[in-house]
Antibody, heavy 119, light 111 residues
Framework: QVQLQESGPGLVKPSQTLSLTCTVS??????????WSWIRQHPGKGLEWIGY???????YYHPSLKSRVAISVDTSKNEFSLKLTSVTAADTAVYFC???????????WGRGTLVMVSS | QSVLTQPPSVSGAPGQRVTISCTGS?????????VHWYQELPGTAPKLLIY???HRPSGVPDRFSGSRSGTSASLAISGLQAEDEADYYC???????????FGGGTKLTVL
């Protein structure tokens, strides 16, 4: 059973970089053909996919965020990370890490971590 | 504005059957890309409810079912229970917007 756990600062200042890490346990990150995603949810709003990375390093990002987003995978630590640059208050949200396989939906999710952007 | 359109809310009495629609277009559901459904209980992470249009992951009750037709998909919940009160999201692939698009979500209220 795969488990995901987000970690990182809960408060980031405007214009700085938001950095989060998702630790994967229960299975190697390289197995099973999984894509590793970050998804966020603004307070009281719906789900917004940010992007994903495959263990090989291939990444794909939401078109509206791709100029500010980078998702990387560290197979030695069995974790993947999110960096979102030049944040504003509009980036305040609960950030989830999740995994999915092609045509199979997101079957594993972290519990989510709230990140506030404020000075 | 979500690429996939869901009704903001639906409601039903215990024991009843409700359906939640997810309307897309020719660049997503209409292109026969699979639709997945998630249940988000208050204060918890979303949970995969239906994958690939009509398949239930292990442990999901058969009260939940999914279907896809044309440019739309639907989630049906029969024998409504109080614990079904949650937000529900559809998700698919869109050839114009990217590999992952979500519907705006539907809040289910059990009366």
């Amino acid at each position: 059973q795969v488990q995901l756990q987000e970690s990182g600062p809960g408060l980031v200042k405007p214009s700085q970089t938001l950095s989060l890490t998702c630790t994967v346990s229960g299975d190697p990150l390289t197995s099973g053909g999984y894509f590793w995603s970050w998804i966020r949810q603004h307070p009281g709003k719906g789900l917004e996919w940010i992007g994903y990375s495959y263990y090989s390093g291939t990444s794909y990002y939401h078109p509206s965020l791709k100029s500010r987003v980078a998702i990387s995978v560290d197979t030695s630590k069995n974790e993947f990370s999110l960096k979102l640059t030049s944040v504003t208050a509009a980036d305040t949200a609960v950030y989830f890490c999740a995994s999915h396989r092609v045509d199979a939906g997101f079957d594993y999710w972290g519990r989510g971590t709230l990140v506030m952007v404020s000075s | 504005q979500s690429v996939l359109t869901q009704p903001p809310s639906v409601s039903g009495a215990p024991g009843q059957r409700v359906t939640i629609s997810c309307t897309g277009s020719s660049s997503n559901i209409g292109a026969t890309y699979d639709v997945h459904w998630y249940q988000e209980l208050p204060g918890t992470a979303p949970k995969l409810l239906i994958y690939a249009n009509n398949h239930r992951p292990s442990g999901v009750p058969d009260r939940f079912s999914g279907s896809r037709s044309g440019t739309s998909a639907s989630l049906a919940i029969s024998g409504l229970q109080a614990e079904d009160e949650a937000d529900y999201y559809c998700q698919s692939y869109d050839s114009l917007s990217g590999p992952v698009v979500f519907g705006g979500g539907t809040k289910l209220t059990v009366l």
